[in-house]
């Protein structure tokens, strides 16, 4: 089973609300990735974490804020977001001595 | 990150045919390239992968052939089905960096029937 799962599948905001995305694995990978894809552009690394702690933030502005709660579980909080914030948020995972990254379906996000 | 460059952005073929799509790397210390396949809407998906101490890896009708000395890979996939109309991502990490994909442009593939 290579299953990453993201929910919600799609999401609409106001540039005021606050809202989380989840990503869910249960394949006991112990690094976790968010990438951001805009429209026929590939995927970015937004941040990495490793054993449940933050390993790389590639400059991602405070307004995305994630959290690693447990070993299966990332969350990416959402706060006064702008319009060019809109795009599919994608989750992955990989087993720690491996190389391969396990993408979710991703979250379309689209801020008003 | 170091860029990987890919090419060509767009590729029709006919149904049967062989669909290649290439990609160029700068930094000599990734040490893995997989190829991603995306569908609308959808993640990307792991396609076939290798590592550079190969030259050549087949799975199926999918092929990449790898050249280190050049910095180069490329994907090859053989008998092109309607079905493998999608957006192709090659790419590449290293040891460091936590093993972050580092992407291609794309490239999206159409088979006509």
């Known amino acids: 089973d290579t299953e990453v799962t993201q929910t919600p599948k799609h999401l609409v905001m106001g540039m005021t609300n606050k809202k989380s995305l989840k990503c869910e694995q249960h394949?006991?990978?112990?690094?976790m990735y968010w990438y951001k894809q805009k429209a026929k552009k590939p995927p970015e690394l937004m941040f990495v974490?490793?054993?449940?702690?933050?390993?790389i933030n590639e400059s991602v502005p405070s307004r995305f804020s994630p959290e690693c709660p447990n070993s299966s579980l990332l969350n990416l909080h959402l706060h006064a977001l702008q319009p060019e914030d809109s795009a599919l948020y994608l989750c992955?995972?990989?087993?720690?001595?491996?190389?391969?990254?396990?993408f979710g379906p991703g979250t379309r996000l689209l801020v008003l | 990150q170091q860029q990987v460059k890919q090419s060509p952005q767009s590729l029709i073929v006919q149904k049967g045919g062989i669909s290649i799509i290439n990609c160029a790397y700068e930094?000599?210390?990734?040490?893995?390239f997989p190829w991603y396949q995306q569908f609308p809407g959808k993640g990307p998906a792991l396609l076939i992968a290798?590592?550079?101490?190969?030259s050549e890896k087949k799975e199926g009708r999918f092929t990449i052939s790898f050249n280190k000395s050049a910095k180069q890979f490329s994907l090859h996939i053989m008998d092109s089905q309607p079905g493998d109309s999608a957006t192709y991502f090659c790419?590449?990490?290293?040891?460091?960096?936590?093993?972050?994909?580092?992407f291609g442009s794309g490239t999206r593939l159409q088979v006509q029937p």
């Open positions: 992955a995972s990989r087993r720690s001595a491996e190389e391969t990254q396990y």
């Open positions: 394949m006991g990978h112990r690094a």
């Open positions: 974490y490793s054993y449940e702690k933050l390993s």
């Open positions: 930094n000599t210390a990734f040490d893995y």
């Open positions: 290798i590592r550079p101490d190969v």
């Open positions: 790419a590449a990490s290293g040891d460091t960096g936590r093993r972050a994909l580092t």
